[in-house]
């Protein structure tokens, strides 16, 4: 399988490939060329905040999705990993304030 967004691959090449070609394990090869997390989780929340505001001014499921150019699942559960990491609490309680005032 290859990759969603091959702009981030750093090789054409699959992780079994180059395990192949050096004789080496496919997860050894995984964890030297893998994304940093620290970037990984950086990127997932800067997808789910459009998600988060949109959902908070009201937006349906399918009206986010036609607008992110995800599904409807997709948006479910970017809203779920959001409730799961705190996010969907930071933002409801701004935007809350920002109502009241």
């Known amino acids: 399988m290859g990759a969603l967004n091959p702009r981030r691959r750093a090789t054409s090449k699959t992780a079994r490939e180059i395990a192949a070609d050096m004789g080496l394990s496919e997860r050894t090869i995984t964890g030297l060329i893998a ?42 559960r970017l809203l779920a990993d959001a409730r799961r990491n705190g996010e969907w609490a930071a933002a409801a309680q701004l935007h809350n304030t920002d109502y009241a005032q």
């Open 35 to 76: 994304e940093p997390r620290a970037d990984y989780e950086q990127r997932a929340r800067q997808r789910r905040a459009p998600v988060i505001q949109l959902r908070l001014q009201g937006w349906t499921y399918r009206e986010i999705a036609a607008q992110t150019g995800d599904t409807p699942a997709i948006v479910g």
